[in-house]
C-alpha cells in the first residue's frame, strides 16, 4: 500500500511539473532590431560545430535563414579536438575565419589561447545560473547526463547495478567498457565524480577496486560505447549520455540507462574573438538559445539546457524524471584535468 | 599517344642491336649530361618545396615547448625523453616489431600470391580479384575496422556460432588482441601489394618462366625459381615499404589493440594527439625517430638494390608475356582467388550491409530480419548536400592522383636508374611516410593561414596537404615499375638522338603505363576515403564526404554511415572500373596483352 502510495504521489508530482512547464507563458522575446539590421549587413556567420550535421546542424541552419533572409549560415563539422586546433591556429595566424563553435571541452584550450569572447545573450536570461559564464564567455546549449547503461537482452532487470558497489561485483569483471574521451563526460569526469561525491579516501579505495574490473577503453566516443552495449560486445558500459540511450530505446534497442551516479555536464556556444560577423553571430547564439532554437534540439533528440523546453523523453531532465545527480562542468574538469586524468591514466589504462 | 609507344618500341628494337654494340664503349652514364642534371635538380626543388617546410615544422616542434596557443617557445629533450621513458618501452617494442613483420607478411602473401595468379596464369575469376581490390579499397576504413571488429567481435557470428553448435560458454576469437590487429592491418594493405605486384607481373618477360618449364621444372619450382627471383626487388622494396607503414600506423593498433590492452609503439602516439590540446611535441618527436630509422633502412636498401638491372626482363626484344598455363592447377587457383574475395571484401561488406539495414547495431540473427529498414538509405538519398561532397571528393583525389603519378614518374626513373640526386630525391619523396596525419595536417593549416595565394579552407589546402602524404606510395609504384625496364632501351633511345624528354614521353611513359595505372587508382581510392587531414584542412565551401563520414559515425549515426558508404563505393567502384579500363586499353598498345 505505500509503495503504491509513494508511485501514486511520484506520477502526481511529474505530471504538476509537466504541466506548470507546458502552461507557464512564454517570455517574449524581442531580439533588437539594430542587431537584425547589423546582422543582415555581414550577411553571413562560420559556424565550426561538433554536433551532428543532419540531426540538428542542418535543422537549425535551415530554420534560422527562413527567419532571417539574407544571412547565410556556413558550417564544417569536426570533433571537438580539430575544432579547437583550427580555431587557435587561425588566431595566431590573424587570420580568423571562424566567428563561433560548440561543444563542452572546446572552449578551454581556445579560451587559454585567449581566442574566445564574451557575449551575454539575452535569450539565456532565463537559464539556471550554472549554465552560463559569469564573465559571458560562454552559455549552454544542451545538457547532457552521463550515466551507465545495460543491454536488457544479456542482463536482467534483477542483475543491473544500483549502487555504485555494485559496479564491483565479480561478475562484470571484464564486461564493462567505457570511452577514453578526455572531457567531463568521459573516465577522467566519472572520477572526479567519484571523488567528489565519496570524498577522497574513500572515492580513491573504490577507484582502485574498479580499476580490478579490468574496463575496456574504446578509442571513440560514448556514442560508439553504447552502440557496442548495444550490439552485445560488453553488458555493461560506463559513461554513456542518456539520451543516447533513450534515443535508441524509443527504436526498440535493448538498452536501458542507469541512474547510478547520473553526472550532469553540458556542451556550451561561444564566440570567436575578433570573428569576421560578429552581429550575425550574436544574432544566431541568441535564436539557438531561444525557445524556437531550443526546441529543434529537443526534437533531434538532444536535452535541451532552456529551463522551459522539455526534453523529447521528458524524464531524461533531471527535475522531471526526479533523480539525484552529480554537476561537473567542463569548467570543473578543466580545474581539475590533471589531477583525474592522471588517476584514469594510472589505474586504468 | 598510343601510335608513338609503338613507332618508339620498333625503332628501339631495331637499333637495339647497335646499343649493345657501342654499349662498352660509350659508356652511356658517363657523360655529363646537362639536360639530366637540370631535370634532376627541378624535381629535387618542387618535392623539396613539397616536403621540407612541414619537416621542418616537425623537428622545431619536437625539439620545443608547446604554448597553449600550440605555438612553440623555447628549446627542450622533454618529448624524446618522454619517448624512451614511457611504460613498458620493450613490451610495446617486441609487440610493435611482431605486429609489423606479420601483417607485413600477410599483406605480401595475399597480395602476391593474388597478383601473380591473376597476371601470370590462366587462373580463372581475375575479374573477382580486380573486384574485390577497387571495392576494398574504396571502402572507408572506418567502415572496414569497425566491420571486423563487430564480425570478429564477442557477439559477432563467428563467436556465436561457435558458442551455438561447440561450447556456449567460451569466446573463442578475441579480436582484441596481436593477432586481431595483425590479421586487420594485413587485410588493409593487401590491394596495395597486390595493386604494386600485378603491375610488375604483368610487365615481366616469360621467356624464363617458359624456359624453365620446358626444361622440365615443376609449376613450384618455376615460381620459386624464376617468377619470385625476378620480382624481387620489387618485392623487398615492398615489403620494406608495407612495413614502415605497419611500424608507424596507429589506427588499427588504436581501434582493436587498446580495448585489450595491446600496447605498441604508437600507442602513446595515439593517445598524444587525442589529448586536448594535442601533445604536438611528443608526436613530432616520435615522427623524427621514425624518419631517421626510415632514412637508414632506405640507405641500406638502396645499397642492396645495386645490382636490380640484373632483374630487369623488359628489354629490347620485342616480347609478349604469355599466361603460365596452370593445367590442373586452375580450379585450385580459382579457388583462391574466391577465397581472398570471400575473406578480404564479402565477410566485411555483408556486416556493413547487415548494419545499414538495421535500425540500430545487433548481432546477426534470423530474428532480426524482421526488424529490416531502409531507413538510413532514405535518409542518405533525401540529403542532397551529399552531392556536392562527393564532388568536392572526386575533383580532390582524381587531382591528387594525377599530380603525384606526374611528380612520381620522373622521380621514380631518376630514383631508378640511380642518375645524379637519386639517393635525395628517394629519401625526400619517402619522407611524408611517417608524418600522423594531424602532425602533417596542423602544419598545413600553419602553411595555409601563410600562404600568399589564399589557399586556406579550400580544396586546393586539402589537395596540396594529399599530395604531399602520398608522394610514398606513388613512388613505389613508378620506382617498381622502372626497375623492370631494362635501360638498354633508354640507351638505345639516346643514341638514336632522343633527348630526355622524348625518351621519357615515348619509351618510359608508354611503358609504365601498368605501374602508372596501378598507383593512380591507388591514391585515388585511399585520397577519396582520407580522413584525418581534411577533418584538420576543409572549410565549408571544401567539406569532403569521409568528414560527412566520420561526422555520422561519430555521433552514433552507424546505419546511416553504413548506408552512405556503401553506395560511396559502388559509385567509386564504377569510376574507378571505368578509369582501369582506358588505362587498359592504353596499356594493351604497349604490350599486346
Known amino acids: 500500500m505505500m509503495r503504491f502510495l509513494q508511485a501514486f504521489l511520484r506520477a502526481a508530482a511529474t505530471v504538476v511539473i509537466v504541466a506548470a512547464v507546458a502552461i507557464r507563458p512564454a517570455p517574449a522575446q524581442t531580439v533588437d532590431a539594430n542587431l537584425i539590421e547589423a546582422a543582415k549587413k555581414e550577411g553571413e556567420v562560420v559556424w565550426y560545430t561538433t554536433l551532428v550535421v543532419t540531426q540538428i546542424v542542418r535543422p537549425l541552419v535551415q530554420a534560422f535563414e527562413k527567419k532571417y533572409p539574407g544571412i547565410k549560415v556556413s558550417y564544417t563539422a569536426a570533433p571537438f579536438q580539430e575544432v579547437a586546433t583550427r580555431i587557435v591556429n587561425e588566431g595566431r595566424g590573424a587570420n580568423v575565419r571562424a566567428d563561433l563553435f560548440d561543444g563542452g571541452a572546446t572552449f578551454y584550450p581556445i579560451n587559454a589561447a585567449g581566442f574566445a569572447a564574451p557575449y551575454k545573450p539575452a535569450a539565456a536570461a532565463v537559464y539556471p545560473a550554472e549554465f552560463k559564464d559569469p564573465s559571458g564567455y560562454w552559455t549552454a546549449n544542451i545538457v547532457q547526463v552521463v550515466s551507465p547503461a545495460i543491454n536488457t ?68 566516443n560514448q556514442r560508439v560505447v553504447l552502440d557496442q552495449n548495444i550490439g552485445g560486445q560488453y553488458p555493461l558500459v560506463l559513461c554513456i549520455f542518456n539520451y543516447h540511450a533513450a534515443i535508441s530505446a524509443s527504436q526498440g534497442a535493448p538498452v536501458k540507462w542507469l541512474k547510478v551516479l547520473p553526472i550532469l555536464t553540458f556542451g556550451t556556444v561561444a564566440m570567436v574573438k575578433n570573428g569576421p560577423h560578429p552581429n550575425a553571430t550574436k544574432l544566431f547564439i541568441e535564436f539557438m538559445l531561444s525557445e524556437e532554437g531550443q526546441k529543434i534540439h529537443a526534437d533531434a533528440g538532444y536535452i535541451p539546457a532552456h529551463p522551459n523546453v522539455p526534453a523529447k523523453s521528458p524524464d531524461l531532465k533531471p527535475e522531471v524524471g526526479k533523480y539525484e545527480y552529480k554537476l561537473v562542468t567542463a569548467e570543473m574538469y578543466n580545474a581539475h584535468a590533471a589531477e583525474w586524468t592522471s588517476i584514469y591514466k594510472k589505474l586504468f589504462q | 599517344m598510343t601510335g608513338n609507344s609503338e613507332i618508339s618500341l620498333s625503332k628501339v628494337a631495331r637499333v637495339n642491336g647497335a646499343a649493345r654494340l657501342s654499349g662498352s664503349v660509350l659508356r652511356y652514364s658517363r657523360l655529363v649530361d646537362y639536360p639530366l642534371i637540370a631535370l634532376s635538380a627541378a624535381i629535387i626543388v618542387i618535392i623539396g618545396l613539397l616536403v621540407l617546410p612541414p619537416i621542418w615544422t ?86 572496414y575496422v569497425t566491420a571486423w571488429l563487430y564480425l570478429l567481435g564477442r557477439a559477432g557470428p563467428f563467436n556465436d556460432l561457435y558458442r551455438t553448435w561447440i561450447d556456449p560458454t567460451s569466446t573463442p576469437f578475441n579480436v582484441n588482441s596481436l593477432t586481431g590487429m595483425i590479421l586487420i592491418e594485413g587485410f588493409l594493405w593487401s590491394p596495395l601489394v597486390f595493386l604494386l605486384l600485378s603491375s610488375t607481373f604483368r610487365a615481366a618477360n616469360a621467356d624464363m618462366e617458359e624456359a624453365a618449364r620446358m626444361s622440365g621444372a615443376s609449376i613450384l619450382d618455376t615460381i620459386r625459381l624464376i617468377s619470385m627471383k625476378l620480382a624481387r626487388p620489387a618485392l623487398f622494396a615492398l615489403a620494406l615499404f608495407v612495413f614502415i607503414r605497419n611500424i608507424e600506423a596507429f589506427e588499427v593498433p588504436a581501434l582493436v589493440g587498446m580495448p585489450g590492452r595491446v600496447d ?24 623524427v625517430v621514425m624518419l631517421i630509422i626510415v632514412g637508414a633502412l632506405l640507405f641500406l636498401y638502396g645499397k642492396m ?12 626484344k620485342g616480347f609478349r608475356p604469355r599466361p603460365f598455363a596452370l593445367g590442373r592447377g586452375r580450379w585450385i587457383a580459382g579457388l583462391v582467388i574466391l577465397v581472398n574475395f570471400a575473406i578480404v571484401l564479402a565477410l566485411p561488406i555483408s556486416a556493413i550491409l547487415w548494419t545499414s539495414l538495421m535500425p540500430f547495431v545487433r548481432p546477426m540473427r534470423w530474428m532480426a530480419l524482421g526488424t529490416t529498414t531502409i531507413k538510413h538509405y532514405e535518409a542518405v538519398v533525401s540529403s542532397p548536400y551529399y552531392l556536392g561532397l562527393a564532388l568536392n571528393t572526386l575533383m580532390v583525389s582524381a587531382g591528387t592522383a594525377t599530380v603525384v603519378m606526374l611528380l612520381a614518374l620522373v622521380a621514380g626513373w631518376l630514383a631508378a636508374r640511380r642518375k645524379p640526386g637519386a639517393a635525395i630525391v628517394d629519401q625526400l619523396i619517402t619522407m611524408p611516410l611517417v608524418f600522423p596525419g594531424l602532425v602533417l595536417g596542423i602544419a598545413l593549416l600553419e602553411i595555409g593561414l601563410r600562404f600568399p595565394i589564399p589557399i586556406y579552407g579550400t580544396l586546393w589546402l586539402i589537395g596540396l596537404a594529399f599530395v604531399i602524404r602520398y608522394m610514398p606510395y606513388g613512388m613505389r609504384y613508378a620506382y617498381s615499375g622502372v626497375l623492370q625496364i631494362h635501360s638498354e632501351l633508354e640507351q638505345a633511345a639516346s643514341v638514336s638522338g632522343a633527348n630526355i624528354r622524348e625518351s621519357l614521353r615515348l619509351i618510359v611513359g608508354p611503358l609504365l603505363i601498368p605501374a602508372l595505372t596501378s598507383g593512380w587508382l591507388f591514391i585515388f581510392l585511399i585520397a577519396a576515403k582520407e580522413m584525418s587531414l581534411p ?14 563520414m566520420f561526422d555520422l559515425w561519430a555521433n552514433g549515426q552507424g546505419g546511416e554511415v553504413a548506408a552512405l558508404g556503401l553506395m560511396w563505393v559502388t559509385f567509386m567502384t564504377i569510376v574507378a572500373t571505368t578509369f582501369y579500363r582506358i588505362a587498359r586499353r592504353l596499356s594493351l598498345s604497349s604490350f599486346g596483352h
Open chain 1, 153 to 220: 537482452d544479456l542482463v536482467p532487470a534483477s542483475d543491473a547495478p544500483k549502487t555504485l558497489d555494485d559496479l564491483l561485483d565479480s561478475k562484470w569483471r571484464g564486461r564493462m567498457a567505457w570511452t577514453d574521451a578526455p572531457s567531463a563526460g568521459g573516465p577522467p569526469g566519472f572520477i572526479g565524480a567519484v571523488l567528489l561525491s565519496l570524498g577522497k579516501e574513500k572515492g580513491m579505495e573504490f577507484l582502485t577496486k574498479l580499476a580490478e574490473q579490468r574496463i575496456a577503453n574504446i578509442p571513440s
Open chain 2, 264 to 287: 605498441v609503439l604508437t600507442t602513446e602516439l595515439y593517445k598524444s594527439i587525442k589529448e586536448v590540446p594535442p601533445r604536438v611535441g611528443y608526436a613530432s618527436a616520435f615522427s
Open chain 2, 58 to 143: 616537425l623537428i622545431r616542434t619536437s625539439f620545443a615547448n608547446t604554448m597553449p596557443d600550440l605555438s612553440t617557445a623555447g628549446f627542450t629533450l622533454d618529448h624524446y625523453i618522454n619517448l624512451v621513458t614511457g611504460r613498458n618501452l620493450a613490451v610495446s617494442a617486441v609487440n610493435s616489431i611482431v605486429f609489423a613483420t606479420c601483417a607485413t607478411i600477410l599483406s605480401l602473401i595475399i597480395g602476391g600470391i593474388l597478383a601473380w595468379l591473376v597476371e601470370r596464369t590462366d587462373a580463372p575469376l581475375k575479374g573477382l580479384a580486380y573486384v574485390t581490390t577497387i571495392v576494398s579499397l574504396g571502402t572507408p576504413y572506418i567502415l
Open chain 2, 535 to 548: 577533418l584538420l584542412l576543409a572549410g565549408p565551401s571544401s567539406q569532403t564526404i569521409s568528414v560527412a
Open chain 2, 305 to 316: 638494390s645495386k645490382q636490380a638491372e640484373r632483374y630487369a626482363s623488359i628489354t629490347g
